[in-house]
């Protein structure tokens, strides 16, 4: 699944729509985000389906443990920051805070070095 959503991301043009009408955004980050807790600042803004799923869940929430799996979420995320105004929607919907704390978590050093672009993106 996480690979066909990847693979929804390659066309540019599909961006806003994938976005703005979709939602893809919280459903690719929520199997990314951990137990950590989000201050009440970063949770302003956030996805409120992601909310809503992490909430309940607290400190029971685990990551996604297949590297593959994070793989594909990761280089769709990264695929969808390549236009400016879905950078915008992730900056607005809170996709940092997600973000870094996977990265903090995870061991791959491939996918760490992913991990750094997407923020380099969000960050600029």
Known sequence: ??????????????HDWLLFEVGILGHLLLPLAGPEEFTSGEKDGMEDFLIEK??????SKVREPDLETR???LGAIHLLACSKSA??????????????????VETSEPLK?????????LIR
């Open 71 to 73: 793989k594909s979420l």
């Open 87 to 104: 950078r915008q929607y992730m900056r607005r919907k809170r996709a940092y805070p997600v973000i870094r704390n996977a990265d903090l």
């Open 1 to 14: 699944m996480a690979a066909a959503l990847s693979h929804c991301c390659y066309e540019t043009t599909d």
């Open 54 to 59: 992490l909430e309940p869940l607290g400190a």
């Open 113 to 121: 070095e992913l991990v750094l672009k997407i923020i380099d993106f």
